[in-house]
């Protein structure tokens, strides 16, 4: 079945960088396009970042362009957000979201557990 | 990139029938038929529900329901049970591969 496991939050001092990952298995990977979402404490959903399957197209939300790199490695299965200059803001459990391949694929099928970013001086 | 909006909380009694509204503009809701809903209960991940406005994944019950009107999605939830009881949330594809999120809805089971 599939699984997505998401490791690498944890405190982290404002401006400072974390790298998140989440390990994929059940599916074939390299041919799905992944996002990353994350929830701040009591709040809704936010879409982070978008990657392709292959790595050639990467999107971000506004609020996250030019600190945040998404990016994967096919060959282990495995995406990753690499967090820069983070913010009070930024705080939020993180999850990683495999892209639908119902309909027009534009919805999120499946769900890590996420994985909680705290930026704390 | 603003958030879709959605009543901070609704309510039934079990065997009742609730609606939540999803608010957009052209540029989300209106502008595809892109529109999913994810059920969060406490603690956990999301879980998809409805996809493409309308449509369920295999395994959701027939009484969870999707419509759109306009810059309005709307998820219906018939026959009220207890374990529906949940955060609900909306999402819409926005262009560009980029997509938005509703506020969130409570659902309370009275």
């Known amino acids: 079945q599939v699984q997505l496991v998401e490791s690498g939050g944890g405190v982290v001092q404002p401006g400072r960088s974390l790298r998140l990952s989440c390990a994929a298995s059940?599916?074939?990977?390299?041919?799905?396009?992944m996002h990353w979402v994350r929830q701040a404490p009591g709040k809704g959903l936010e879409w982070v970042a978008f990657?392709?399957?292959?790595?050639?197209?990467?999107y971000y939300a506004d609020s996250v362009k030019g600190r945040f790199t998404i990016s994967r490695d096919n060959s282990k299965n495995t995406l990753y957000l690499q967090t820069n200059s983070l913010r009070a803001e930024d705080r939020a459990v993180y999850y990683c979201?495999?892209?639908?391949?119902?309909?027009?694929?534009?919805?999120?099928?499946?769900w890590g557990q996420g994985t909680l970013v705290t930026v704390s001086s | 990139q603003s958030a879709l909006t959605q009543p901070r909380s609704v309510s039934g009694s079990p065997g009742q029938s609730v609606t939540i509204s999803c608010t957009g503009t052209?540029?989300?809701?209106?502008?595809?038929?892109?529109v999913s809903w994810y059920q969060q209960h406490p603690g956990k991940a999301p879980k998809l529900m409805i996809y493409?406005?309308?449509k369920r994944p295999s395994g959701v019950p027939d009484r969870f329901s999707g419509s759109k009107s306009g810059n309005t999605a709307s998820l219906t939830i018939s026959g009220l049970q207890a374990e529906d009881e949940a955060d609900y949330h909306c999402?819409?594809?926005?262009?560009?591969?980029?997509?938005?999120f509703g506020t969130g809805t409570k659902v309370t089971v009275l």
């Open positions: 990657i392709s399957n292959d790595g050639s197209k990467k």
């Open positions: 493409d406005v309308s």
């Open positions: 052209s540029s989300d809701v209106g502008g595809y038929n892109y």
């Open positions: 999402c819409s594809y926005a262009g560009s591969y980029t997509y938005v």
């Open positions: 979201a495999k892209g639908s391949e119902m309909g027009s694929s534009s919805s999120f099928d499946y």
């Open positions: 059940g599916f074939t990977f390299s041919s799905y396009g």
